[in-house]
């Protein structure tokens, strides 16, 4: 007996050790949670949560990755409040590089033709901020602000890093692939909150209610749930990355195209015109890309798209608020109202672009950079949330740089060198996912095809007059699609070599009559 319990004493001890850490931090985890929604409980409760799983986030941090790029869970704990993809593309890659200094055998995805250019921009970017204020987050307490925009620029470029840290084995990704496209999925939780339970406020710390949702409640077809719309459109292009067209319309599964047609009916609840027109145009995109313009199946999808025109154009206006301000773009009649939403949209932003356009000259070669004064932050705030001024620039979004024209927020914030910057990364970026797309393996060509896509509809809105928010913002969605693609295809495909044509010498050619006569 002696024995026994001289065999189970360090067993013992690790049990008493375990009780005395755990059963003190449950007994605080208890009272915190008595008051749940003080600021000091959600803090201390993150941090113990983040150290329980981070675990399984060292493990698993690639796939967390995906699934967090196009998330809208935000860690409010956290100074900032970035959104889970910026938090995982820092942990993501940091660890990463810890691995590749562990094990010399392990090197990132290179693509120099990618890495060139977003090196550039990032040194224009850095040269900015110096001739500009600097790099300040008020939050950390300096006396600038603006250093949060600096920070997702830089997040945004480093995830292109993250994301080429590794290739993917081919047997994980298609799978890798889906919790890339459909991270967005968790915005429909944001519309939820006007219909929620009370005892689930706390769901809507992490997942932040839309503003349509508040607004407009949750009222289907006539409020703007900017949320379910948004989640139906990733659901959307998971579904045309994965399947294709071909395996929707003919793969003899029709609930596929049930499926699709749902969810092509729920982005319209959002009211959103750039979503509408993205829809349709990655269907297009993807028909021509599976090469379907050579089948029979043009004259179809031609015969149902005026089938369709024929339904919508007298009944229009009889559909819900939300359909007919995403229709409002179309030569149709649809509700004023809806109409003027819309167009009130469009006429604010062409106003602030108008005040704004004089002041290209002088920041064309040093840009403005993202750095507010004290005194501008308290005009961007004042004057009923900085939308409503006299004059268009200095609006709050103007002076945050948040533009809605993405490359007027290029050059206006770091000068013509960031416009020449960026326009050398969306062609070789451009370059590298069609190649990877037309040389790629047979079995990523719809996923390939989605990802140009993705990153050719961001650089072509971003040159037309109504693309973009911020290129702060809005360099995930560049270096997203790009980093996934080069991870997916192990770099950069390239055309198989051509055959070498043979060239026979003199010798050669004397010899051939006399091997043709052995050989008689």
Not at 208 to 220: E, H, K, N, R, V
Not at 230 to 239: D, H, R
Not at 274 to 283: E, Q, R, T, V, W
Request: one cysteine or more.
């Amino acid at each position: 007996m002696d024995n026994l319990s001289a065999n189970n004493a360090p067993a013992l001890l690790k049990s008493l050790v375990i009780y005395a850490m755990v059963v003190p931090l449950a007994l605080l985890v208890g009272y915190l949670l008595t008051n749940p929604l003080t600021t000091s409980s959600l803090i201390f409760v993150g941090i113990l949560g983040f150290v329980l799983v981070f675990p399984l986030l060292a493990r698993w941090h690639y796939p967390w990755m995906l699934f967090g790029w196009s998330a809208t869970l935000i860690l409010f704990f956290i100074k900032g409040t970035p959104n889970l993809g910026q938090a995982m593309v820092a942990l993501s890659l940091s660890l990463s590089i810890l691995e590749r200094i562990l094990n010399p055998q392990r090197h990132f995805v290179r693509v120099p033709s990618v890495t060139l250019p977003l090196m550039v921009f990032l040194i224009v970017v850095l040269i900015t901020a110096k001739m500009n204020g600097g790099i300040g987050m008020h939050s950390f307490g300096s006396d600038v602000y603006g250093g949060r925009k600096y920070a997702f620029l830089f997040i945004g470029i480093a995830g292109y890093f993250a994301l080429a840290s590794r290739p993917i084995p081919p047997e994980k990704a298609k799978l890798y692939a889906s919790l890339f496209l459909l991270g967005a999925t968790t915005s429909f939780i944001g519309d939820l909150y006007p219909i929620a339970p009370s005892w689930s406020i706390i769901i809507f710390h992490f997942f932040p209610p839309s503003a349509g949702a508040i607004q407009g409640g949750f009222d289907l077809g006539e409020a703007r749930l900017a949320g379910i719309g948004s989640a139906a459109g990733a659901v959307y292009l998971w579904m045309l990355a994965r399947y294709g067209l071909r395996g929707i319309f003919l793969g003899g599964k029709p609930w596929r195209l049930v499926v699709l047609i749902v969810l092509g009916c729920l982005i319209f609840l959002g009211g959103f015109r750039s979503a509408i027109f993205a829809a349709g145009l990655s269907f297009i995109f993807m028909f021509f890309a599976e090469g379907l313009y050579r089948t029979r199946m043009l004259g179809i999808f031609i015969l149902i798209a005026l089938f369709g025109a024929t339904l919508i154009v007298p009944l229009a206006d009889k559909l819900p608020f939300t359909f007919q301000r995403a229709l409002s773009f179309l030569p149709i009649h649809v509700d004023p109202l809806a109409k003027e939403s819309a167009e009130a949209s469009t006429n604010w932003r062409i106003q602030m672009w108008t005040a704004l356009l004089p002041q290209i000259p002088p920041h064309l070669l040093v840009g403005k950079g993202y750095a507010i004064s004290p005194e501008d932050y308290d005009q961007m705030m004042g004057g009923g949330m900085g939308f409503q001024t006299i004059d268009a620039a200095d609006q709050g979004l103007a002076l945050a740089g948040d533009y809605h024209n993405g490359m007027l927020s290029v050059v206006l914030c770091f000068g013509a060198w960031g416009v020449v910057a960026i326009l050398w990364f969306m062609y070789a970026g451009l370059k590298v996912l069609y190649y990877n797309w037309k040389y790629g393996r047979p079995e990523l060509s719809t996923i390939n095809a989605m990802l140009l896509f993705m990153f050719f509809n961001e650089a072509a809105s971003y040159l037309s007059c109504f693309g973009g928010l911020s290129i702060a913002t809005d360099m995930m969605y560049f270096t997203g699609p790009l980093g996934l693609s080069v991870a997916l295809n192990h770099g950069m495909c390239r055309p198989p070599p051509k055959p070498t044509p043979m060239v026979e010498t003199p010798g050669q050619r004397r010899l051939v009559p006399v091997l043709q006569a052995f050989q008689q």
